[in-house]
Nanobody, 116 residues
Framework: QVQLVESGGGRVQPGGSLRLSCKEA?????????MGWYRQAPGKQRELVAR???????NYADSVQGRFTIFRDRAKNTVHLQMNSLQSEDTAVYYC?????????WGQGTQVTVSS
């Protein structure tokens, strides 16, 4: 059973930075997968922020392109989301995801608040 453990959320001022991390803690053998981050703001639908596949390809939402970077630490089964130049519009609950063989798994979510 895949287990995703998130860390790194918090409160930051506009223009600041945060790094989110997500570890696949069960060490399930999942060789082909797409790991990513989604977010959901109050009253809005959950949306893709960024994702990365085991072949190295990455995708970003237009709203975060150039500000956010997603990358893996394969040895630690962890994916990170480096968020720079944060804006109030980035405030949301961020969810780690892992998609493999037709199944989507989710983390518990971590709050990111951008406010002065």
């Amino acid at each position: 059973q895949v287990q995703l453990v998130e860390s790194g959320g918090g409160r930051v001022q506009p223009g600041g930075s945060l790094r989110l991390s997500c570890k696949e803690a069960s060490e399930s053998i999942v060789t082909d997968n797409v790991m990513g981050w989604y977010r959901q703001a109050p009253g809005k639908q959950r949306e893709l922020v960024a994702r990365t596949a085991t072949n190295g390809s990455t995708n970003y939402a237009d709203s975060v392109q150039g500000r956010f970077t997603i990358f893996r630490d394969r040895a630690k089964n962890t994916v990170h989301l480096q968020m720079n130049s944060l804006q109030s519009e980035d405030t949301a609950v961020y969810y780690c995801s892992l998609f493999t063989y037709g199944y989507m798994f989710w983390g518990q979510g971590t709050q990111v608040t951008v406010s002065s």
